[in-house]
């Protein structure tokens, strides 16, 4: 039978996908919105949409018999992961040879799981990773618009000072003192006016109650309330969730069709659907979007895609490690999972690091300062696409990962050495110092000017745009989502204003 036909088609609703569908929606095209997850909107048995960090269940992670947190140990014990029945949960952790990515799953992708830090890059490094995007229009237009539509906002400085739920950045922000770096506060998409009456009692516990990256029921602006609802909200787009897109064809006529599996609550393939599109924006993140064309690419689908595709990919330099603190300088049992401060020493030339200053909410004292480095490693892996399990092979190396941590361990050496303090070695698995072995900030795949030309037009592929973190090299030097976002707004104006006549 003929594919279902939609206008305009985005895969995925992360940052990306959800600035495209808003976009389009507001032009009056109507859309709709494939999304692998499921909408975390429904409160299950317990009265809650998400499920406690503490006590996770299968609503923790995607398909899995075993939850697989980042922090997989603590003094040493597997205190931390717990046995889980498989389900369409919202974190995943997809696992290459030697790097592991988290991502999160569901409507709003990974503003569902993430720490909400709203960071704008550098304009000078920000210009030498993109140098095809013009940067004032970036500065002037595109990155207000996008905080403003995110929502972000900045915790209150005199109540950050006083309350004991940041009492684990002011420590960690004396240490670097002592080492003379220089701190700075981070802005959040996270309500600070709710979390305020969290602390004060007058509002359901979600930041201080540790949620995060199984899902915060409360507080966190994440693009199901903004981009997406306001997507939804133009009447033209429609978000058909639990569909994973596998395959992209393009047809005599230039149109595309998509094939997607609709997958049950258990993950079986329920119903394969063709659907037809003019336009096809791809959102599906770093992962999601460069697999979907490589293997379009290398099974002769789309044959004219770029040998770009696949290249460029890096972990945005991302490396965690934790100290052990004096037992003077306790970090406190009540521990706030939104970070606001970031250890900023990133103009240091010789060795440029931006370390969030991360929580470790456990409910008890235990003197550890955790931290995420941000650092400039050079190192780029390519996918290659393996016809045996119709799957993108990550080629990256644990050598590769080695050069963001050597400049993390130059930063923290330094820490280390002005406050007489050690490192922490039963955290991450192996008495390792520093978690080498997964990243939060997938970047790259279909790079911006390679892979697609300065807009995210897909070359070898009119009509399709790439529109998500695989358009950044790899590396942006902050926590990426506030750049994503800028950089889809940025494109999505230009194809709206150029390429719309054939819709
Ligand atoms: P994503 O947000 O990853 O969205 C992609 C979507 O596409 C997902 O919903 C996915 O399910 C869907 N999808 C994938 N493949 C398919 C398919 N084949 N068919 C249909 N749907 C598909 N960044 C920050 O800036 N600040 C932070 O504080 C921060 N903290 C983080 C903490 C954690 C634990 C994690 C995991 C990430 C964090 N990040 C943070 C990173 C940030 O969340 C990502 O950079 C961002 O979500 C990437 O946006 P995107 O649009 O590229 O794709």
Redesign the pocket.
């Known amino acids: 039978h003929a594919p279902d036909h939609a206008p305009a088609l985005v895969?995925?609703?992360?940052?990306?996908?959800a600035v495209a569908a808003l976009r389009l929606g507001e032009a009056g095209i109507r859309t709709t919105v494939?999304?692998?997850?499921r909408l975390w909107d429904t409160p299950g048995p317990d009265g809650t949409v998400f499920c406690p960090t503490g006590a996770p269940d299968r609503r923790s992670m995607w398909f899995r018999t075993r939850t697989e947190a980042p922090l997989a140990t603590f003094l040493w014990l597997d205190v931390v992961n717990k046995d889980i029945s498989p389900y369409p949960g919202v974190l995943d952790r997809v696992r290459f040879a030697e790097m592991s990515v988290?991502?999160?799953?569901?409507v709003g992708?990974?503003?569902l799981?993430?720490?909400?830090?709203?960071?704008t890059p550098r304009r000078d490094y920000f210009t030498e990773v993109l140098p095809q995007v013009d940067p004032a229009e970036m500065y002037d237009t595109y990155f207000p618009l996008a905080r403003r539509m995110l929502g972000v906002n900045t915790v209150d400085p005199a109540w950050f000072e006083a309350t004991e739920w940041y009492r684990f950045s002011r420590i960690s922000r004396k240490h670097a003192a002592n080492a003379g770096l220089k701190t700075v506060f981070v802005p959040n998409v996270y309500d600070f006016g709710h979390m305020q009456r969290e602390a004060a009692g007058q509002a359901p516990r979600s930041a201080l109650a540790g949620e995060v990256?199984y899902g915060n029921n409360h507080g966190k602006r994440s693009l199901d309330r903004t981009y997406l609802a306001a997507a939804l909200g133009t009447g033209n787009v429609t978000i058909e969730t639990l569909?994973?897109?596998r395959a992209v064809r393009r047809q005599p006529d230039g149109s595309y069709v998509v094939t997607a599996d609709r997958i049950d609550l258990t993950g079986r393939t329920v119903e394969t659907r063709e659907i037809s599109c003019s336009r096809l924006f791809l959102?599906?993140?770093?992962l999601?979007t460069t697999e979907?064309l490589l293997r379009a690419r290398e099974t002769g689908a789309l044959p004219d895609l770029s040998e770009r595709v696949g290249t460029g990919w890096g972990t945005n330099g991302n490396v965690m490690t934790g100290r052990a603190n004096h037992m003077w300088d306790t970090v406190g049992a009540n521990q706030s999972t939104m970070p606001v401060m970031g250890i900023d020493d990133w103009s240091n030339a010789a060795n440029p690091v931006f370390a969030e200053i991360a929580p470790l909410p456990t409910g008890l004292e235990h003197w550890i300062s955790l931290y995420l480095a941000i650092t400039r490693n050079p190192e780029r892996g390519t996918f290659r696409y393996d016809p045996a399990t119709d799957s993108a092979r990550l080629d990256w190396t644990r050598a590769q990962s080695q050069v963001s941590v050597a400049s993390a361990k130059k930063l923290f050496d330094r820490i280390n050495l002005k406050n007489a303090t050690i490192y922490r070695y039963d955290l991450f698995g192996g008495n390792k110092t520093f978690a080498d072995d997964f990243t939060?900030?997938p970047l790259g795949g279909c790079v911006l000017g390679q892979a697609t030309d300065a807009y995210g037009r897909v070359r070898g592929a009119p009509g399709v745009y790439v529109t998500?973190?695989a358009l950044i090299p790899g590396s942006i030097g902050v926590?990426?989502?506030?750049t994503?976002t800028a950089l889809a707004e940025r494109n999505m104006a230009r194809v709206l204003a150029t390429d719309h006549a054939a819709y």
């Open positions: 895969i995925g609703s992360g940052y990306g996908a494939l999304e692998m997850g988290y991502v999160g799953r569901g992708g990974g503003s799981v993430n720490g909400g830090m709203a960071v990256i569909h994973r897109a959102g599906a993140g770093s999601g979907l939060y900030h998500d973190g926590n990426p989502f506030v994503i």
